[in-house]
């Protein structure tokens, strides 16, 4: 590790395993998979750092997110001593190491692909290529023609076949790119048991002359040739030698590879939980905020809105499809959030709604949103007449000013819309004052995204963070204190994304994770 000298880095033991795994293989081809918060990024740039004091002149190109650009681009700077250039941003010049926003790729492939012949390619987030067809074919050829790959990714999920052999095709496409469905799937439920009996043959490896292994080694192999009838595999088998002066073992070994090579298909993929690394006397606590939901009995309309959102959930749900069951789902979250975000969802669905009847909704959401913003103008006197303030941003500012009257705590605010963030700045703002309070979502550039995640690192004023989910990935946000979750996501990954802005390793022990969830009663969220 005497390429990390100099450096700014403190690796765990995790990491040290894994880049000394990634330094071993040649080539390097390897999805890092650990769980939220246990420093990928680093492992990543440290692996690249170590090829670069074996291979002075590699070229590594490294393939981002938008919003995530300038935080990789800081980290290779202040941690590892490199000039990393942003394509479309910086000179490039004779650059060893290049940033590449992912909706940048696939416009500027060819392009970016004349530069060099890449000698490493990273790439972050990697499953969210499944969704987009178009820039996971152009990372797919970037795989093909670069012999080193580094996938960052979700921990991939077994159960969905499809994406999962995408995924392992990134990594080895001779291998998995036409390998037909039925194929990956028996090879995929056979995993278990040929793991099962690898692992015991190579625990007893150091010991197979000493103690006479043979039998024992010919069993276990045949029993995994028994599960992939590989005709292959059989005549290797065959060729263990008893008599030989190391009774076979070379031949073993050469086999134990063949198996690991061929059909133990994680191979290349590390993981890491959280629960197998010491833990630093952390622990992950709920706050609990519900509130009754009101109407337009008392002029505030979230009720009458609610209501109306499920009655036109009631009549999508009759033309079911795919797109239906997102916009029910979207709209169900958008009212769960503000009136804002269902104006929001409206708009983003406006040609799928064109054959429904949304007046009800639009009317209902109307009128709450003019209740929202008179409550946002009258939000200074929250704290003296809290029963009379009806909406959830007054019921989390309430909460905050009372439960830290030192205001010494920050906190990372999540919703899963922009338009609420955006509103509920604003809210921020006039109550707690304008530099309390900075933003990290989709309508800002990439450049004031990293502006105010700066602020809110590195500056005690700014006391609140208020993110869309483009601040649930990647980010390192320990800084605060506490989650406030205006909305809830659909997905309980998603979910754990936001809880890892803070759950990540160098967090200071004993500084728990305080998750705050406001939500109204007998709603779908409060049913969440």
């Excluded at 390097?28 to 939220?36: F, H, I, K, S």
């Excluded at 670069?52 to 300038?70: A, F, G, M, Q």
């Excluded at 969905?160 to 990594?171: G, I």
């Excluded at 007449?385 to 439960?403: G, M, P, R, V």
Aim: hydrophobic letters at 40%.
């Amino acid at each position: 590790f005497k390429n990390l000298l100099g450096t700014r880095v403190h690796l765990f033991t995790h990491q040290v395993d894994t880049i000394v795994r990634a330094l071993s293989e040649n080539p390097c081809r390897l999805m890092l998979a650990d769980e939220v918060g246990l420093g990928k990024t680093i492992e990543a740039l440290a692996i690249i750092k170590g090829m670069l004091d074996k291979r002075p002149k590699l070229r590594s190109l490294i393939i981002v997110p938008e919003t995530l650009i300038y935080q990789w681009q800081t980290e290779i700077s202040f941690k590892f001593w490199q000039d990393a250039p942003i394509w479309g941003v910086d000179e490039i010049d004779d650059a060893q190491m290049l940033l590449v926003a992912s909706n940048q790729l696939a416009k500027d492939y060819d392009d970016i692909s004349e530069l060099c012949k890449w000698d490493m390619c990273v790439v972050d987030e990697t499953h969210k290529l499944l969704c987009n067809d178009e820039l996971y074919d152009v990372v797919l050829n970037l795989c093909k023609s670069t012999d080193n790959i580094l996938l960052l990714s979700a921990t991939p999920i077994l159960h969905r076949e499809q994406e999962y052999c995408k995924l392992l095709t990134l990594l080895n496409p001779v291998r998995f790119e036409n390998m037909p469905s039925q194929v990956f799937s028996n090879l995929l439920n056979k995993q278990k048991n040929i793991q099962d009996i690898v692992f015991n043959l190579m625990r007893d490896l150091p010991d197979y002359v000493e103690y006479n292994f043979h039998d024992d080694f010919i069993d276990g192999l045949q029993q995994i040739n028994e599960e992939i009838n590989d005709d292959k595999l059989k005549e290797l088998i065959g060729n263990i030698d008893a008599n030989a002066d190391d009774k076979g073992l070379s031949q073993v070994k050469l086999i134990l590879s063949y198996i690991a090579e061929f059909y133990q298909i994680e191979r290349g993929i590390i993981r890491h939980r959280r629960v197998e690394i010491a833990s630093a006397n952390i622990k992950r606590k709920l706050i609990d905020i519900a509130y009754d939901m009101v109407g337009s009995d008392v002029g505030f309309y979230e009720e009458n809105c609610y209501n109306a959102v499920l009655d036109l959930a009631d009549e999508l749900s009759t033309k079911s499809n795919n797109t239906n069951v997102q916009l029910i789902k979207n709209l169900l979250a958008a009212v769960s959030s503000s009136p804002y975000a269902v104006f929001e969802v409206l708009d983003k669905y406006k040609r799928e709604l064109n054959d429904f009847s949304i007046d009800s909704v639009v009317s209902n959401a109307g009128n709450w949103k003019k209740a929202y913003d008179t409550e946002i103008e009258r939000i200074f006197e929250v704290t003296d007449d809290i029963d009379n303030f009806y909406c959830k941003f007054s019921k989390i500012i309430d909460y905050i000013d009372q439960e830290d009257v030192e205001c010494e705590k920050k906190f990372l605010i999540f919703t899963g819309f922009v338009s609420t963030a955006i509103k509920l700045e604003e809210c921020f703002k006039l109550f707690f004052g304008e530099e309390s309070t900075c933003s990290f979502h989709s309508g800002k550039t990439p450049e004031e995204m990293q502006d105010a995640a700066t602020l809110f690192q590195n500056t005690d004023e700014f006391r609140f963070m208020i993110c869309d989910e483009s601040g649930g990935e990647g980010r390192n946000f320990q800084v605060a204190d506490y989650i406030i979750n205006v909305d809830l996501p659909w997905s309980p990954a998603t979910l754990e994304q936001r809880i890892g802005r803070l759950d990540r390793i160098g967090r200071q022990s004993g500084k728990d994770v305080v998750s705050i969830v406001v939500h109204s009663k007998n709603t779908v969220e409060y049913a969440a």
